[in-house]
């Protein structure tokens, strides 16, 4: 049976827990799993099953989606070029994010030879200290614009990722430099959301919902330069903050690259929240979620296999029909272009359809009972 419309089932992105062995331990990580765990990766075979798999779903949309090769820490998957260079034998996309600290010479010349099509590399801060402090390795800051000086010197488009928290928010505009100056393509910011390690942190270093909001708008005023591409994962009222800045028609007729993560092809802005609409998230041992925050379990690729799971789940069905939102989402006008964060409501309270525990937005709609 299916249980949504043709225009919801568009899978962009699959993002994929390639391993969960990883050469740091950060604060903020969504991972729940050790390296001890590492046995319970999928084999070559079921690896490369998987990419069938995506290959399959496909083939019944208009466009392969994105494979983004993650962790973890990808690179410490020994099989990893050759499955990178599996998915593009089937017309998949590859794309790596990673910490950028296991990147020489060699791994950058792999890298571009595998035609991976961009590698994102998370840097939380414009400085050692910062960056340092949440990844919990001294030195890392360093590797990781060393592993940045291989990809630029090889040509590879990269992007930079950081996840905003109290301890880095006042670094953002300087990560921003940062970035434009040592050539990235494009600005990656993630909204933290507490699950994993990030449970932690979150009770002393989550914005709240009046930083929250304020980082937005100076996001968007970085935005409106137009210098450098901009995008916020996990920070789906962003979608009504453009509006509200007059920022949404200067983005909507500027270029976005087809790979851009979060963006429709061909420019098209797409959801804020994209859990179980453009995006899944695959496991180290083949579970997939709806995004790699909310650990609701939809099936698994062994046993369902992606396309089935993607089609038919109840859980993924619900979240695309922006209808069954809940309080204050529920009645609010930016609903269908905000969705709020699946995530973070689910964290808070066990329920993904509740409204976002983090949003300062009051909907005139609701002005009156709130």
Request: glycine fraction near 10%; charge should be neutral; include cysteine.
């Amino acid at each position: 049976m299916k249980h949504s419309t043709e225009a919801n089932r568009i899978l962009r992105l699959l993002f994929w827990e390639s391993t969960i062995r990883c050469n740091l331990s950060c604060a903020h990580c969504r991972r729940l799993d050790t390296n001890e765990a590492v046995g319970k990766d999928l084999s070559t075979e079921q690896a490369k099953d998987l990419v069938r798999q995506l290959a399959e779903l496909g083939g019944k949309q208009s466009f392969n989606p994105i494979l983004v090769f993650s962790g973890g820490e990808p690179l410490c998957r020994e099989d990893l070029f050759e499955l990178i260079t599996y998915a593009g034998s089937l017309s998949i996309t590859p794309a790596l994010a990673t910490n950028g600290t296991l990147i020489d010479a060699e791994v950058a010349e792999k890298i571009k030879d595998n035609g991976v099509v961009r590698v994102a590399v998370s840097l939380d801060g414009a400085t050692g200290r910062v960056h340092n402090k949440l990844r919990k390795l001294d030195g890392c800051f360093e590797k990781a614009l060393e592993g940045i000086s291989h990809l630029r010197e090889k040509d590879i488009p990269f992007q930079i990722n950081i996840t905003l928290t109290r301890h880095n928010a006042h670094q953002l505009e300087d990560v921003y430099e940062l970035a434009k100056r040592c050539g990235a393509v494009a600005v990656h910011i993630f909204m933290l959301v507490p699950v994993g390690c990030g449970q932690v942190l979150a009770d002393t270093d989550m914005l709240s919902p009046k930083e929250y909001e304020d980082m937005l708008v100076k996001i968007s005023q970085l935005d409106r330069l137009g210098e450098i591409q901009i995008k916020v994962t996990c920070g789906p009222h962003y979608e009504r903050v453009i509006r509200e800045q007059g920022l949404y028609q200067t983005r909507k007729g500027a270029h976005h690259d087809d790979n851009v993560p979060g963006r429709g092809r061909h420019g098209a802005a797409t959801k804020g929240c994209l859990a179980g609409l453009g995006v899944l998230f695959a496991g180290h041992q083949g579970d997939v979620f709806p995004c790699g925050y909310l650990p609701v379990n939809c099936g698994n690729v062994l046993e369902e296999g992606l396309v089935d799971i993607w089609h038919n789940n109840k859980d993924l069905a619900r979240m695309r029909n922006s209808s069954g939102l809940e309080g204050k989402c529920g009645i609010c006008g930016y609903r269908q272009i905000c969705g709020g964060c699946r995530a973070r409501a689910y964290a808070a309270t066990g329920n993904y359809m509740a409204e976002e525990p983090f949003c300062a937005y009051i909907p005139p709609e609701a002005a009156g009972s709130l």
